[in-house]
């Protein structure tokens, strides 16, 4: 009986309980910003930290930092990093990102395919992603978003992205 009444009441507690959700990144995670009540439940709270124009390295010296001192009890973390890294062409350590949400739910969305090319990069920051982490992985690549200068997405595909973010963030309940 008491088992019984104590199920109950955590069962009432949850229809309450919110995830946080933390979104941050590039001027990436800034378009898709615009969009999230096309994907938002009312047990979601999606708080963001962008900074347009940034890329891996700065977020790993700081801006992460930042971001989590001001979303401390963050439940669920989605990265849109790398755009301003597609150039490189050696593996880019993101351990001292992924090591500051250790615990925590988490998704990095790769970068788009920008001026419509398909990048050594983001393989690379995939499978350090991957071998460094439990956080999921969206290869934005695959996914047939319309970039207008080549390395944004237009309003349609902000949705379409973040529809696909979420998709890949509900199977980890």
């Not at 199920?7 to 229809?15: E, G, I, M, N, Q």
């Not at 001027?27 to 898709?32: D, G, I, K, L, Q």
């Not at 500051?100 to 419509?116: E, L, N, Q, S, T």
Request: glycine share 6%; aromatic share 12%; proline share 3%.
């Amino acid at each position: 009986m008491w088992l019984s009444f104590l199920k109950t009441v955590a069962l009432f507690f949850s229809l309450f309980y919110q995830e946080k959700i933390l979104v941050v990144g590039d001027s990436e995670a800034a378009h898709v910003s615009h969009f999230y009540e096309y994907v938002r439940t009312y047990r979601e709270d999606i708080s963001s930290e962008f900074k347009g124009g940034t890329n891996i390295q700065q977020w790993q010296d700081g801006l992460m930092d930042a971001a989590l001192a001001k979303h401390p009890d963050v439940d669920t973390v989605v990265i849109f990093l790398g755009t301003n890294n597609i150039g490189r062409k050696t593996e880019l350590d993101v351990s001292a990102i992924l090591g500051k949400i250790k615990g925590k739910k988490c998704i990095w969305v790769g970068p788009p395919a920008v001026r419509g090319k398909k990048w050594l990069f983001n393989k690379l920051l995939r499978d350090n992603v991957l071998k460094v982490s439990k956080c999921f992985y969206l290869n934005s690549e695959e996914i047939k978003l319309t970039l207008p200068d080549e390395w944004h997405p237009a309003p349609q595909s902000s949705i379409l992205w973040l529809r696909e973010v979420w998709s890949l963030k509900n199977e980890m309940d």
